[in-house]
C-alpha cells in the first residue's frame, strides 16, 4: 500500500530546502507589497514594487541554475512550473544583449504610450554615465538597480 501524503503541497526536488528560506522571504515582501496603501500613486506605480520583487526573485533563481549552477535542472525546472521566476523573462536574459532587461514591456512595442522611448535597460553599459538613475516607465526598475543584479 503506498503511503498517502498528509500535506497538501507536492514534494519539492532536491536542494529546495536549501533556498527555501530565501523564497519565503521574497513571499513575505511580495505580500507586503501587496497590501500596501495605493493612496495617492498613479497606478503603474503601485504596481512597481510588485514588479521589482519579482524581477528580483527571477534574477535570483536565473542565477542560481545559469551563472552559480548552484541548483539542479530539475529544481530549477520545478521552481518555474510552481511561479518562483518568471520564465519568459528568463528566457529574454539568455540572450545576448538583453541580460539586463528589467521587465517584458520593455521589448513590447505594442504599448502606444511608450513607443519610441527606449528604457534604459536596453541601452549598452558603457552609454550610461556613471550616477545616472533612471527609472523604468513600466516597472520602475532603475538602472543602478539593475546594473548591480546584473553584477
Ligand atoms: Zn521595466
Ligand atoms: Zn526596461
Known amino acids: ?21 530565501v523564497l519565503d522571504d521574497y513571499a513575505k515582501k511580495m505580500r507586503d507589497a501587496e497590501n500596501e496603501s495605493h493612496e495617492g500613486k ?17 534574477r535570483y533563481i536565473y542565477e542560481l541554475y545559469y551563472k552559480r549552477e548552484a541548483i539542479s535542472k530539475e529544481l530549477y525546472d520545478w521552481l ?8 519568459n523573462l528568463i528566457a529574454k536574459w539568455k ?5 539586463k532587461l528589467c521587465c517584458l514591456r520593455c521589448i513590447q512595442t505594442k504599448d502606444m ?8 535597460c536596453r541601452v549598452p553599459k558603457a552609454q550610461i554615465r556613471a550616477n545616472t ?19
Open 1 to 21: 500500500m503506498p503511503k498517502i501524503r498528509t500535506t497538501r503541497t507536492k514534494k519539492s526536488p532536491e536542494g529546495f530546502e536549501d533556498i527555501e528560506s
Open 42 to 58: 498613479r497606478k503603474a506605480e503601485s504596481l512597481w514594487p510588485i514588479m521589482r520583487i519579482s524581477h528580483t526573485r527571477s
Open 80 to 87: 518555474l512550473k510552481e511561479g518562483y521566476a518568471d520564465a
Open 95 to 99: 540572450k545576448t544583449g538583453y541580460e
Open 113 to 120: 504610450n511608450y513607443q519610441g522611448s527606449t528604457c534604459i
Open 133 to 151: 538613475i533612471v527609472e523604468c516607465v513600466h516597472c520602475g526598475l532603475s538602472s543602478r538597480m539593475s546594473s548591480s543584479l546584473c553584477g
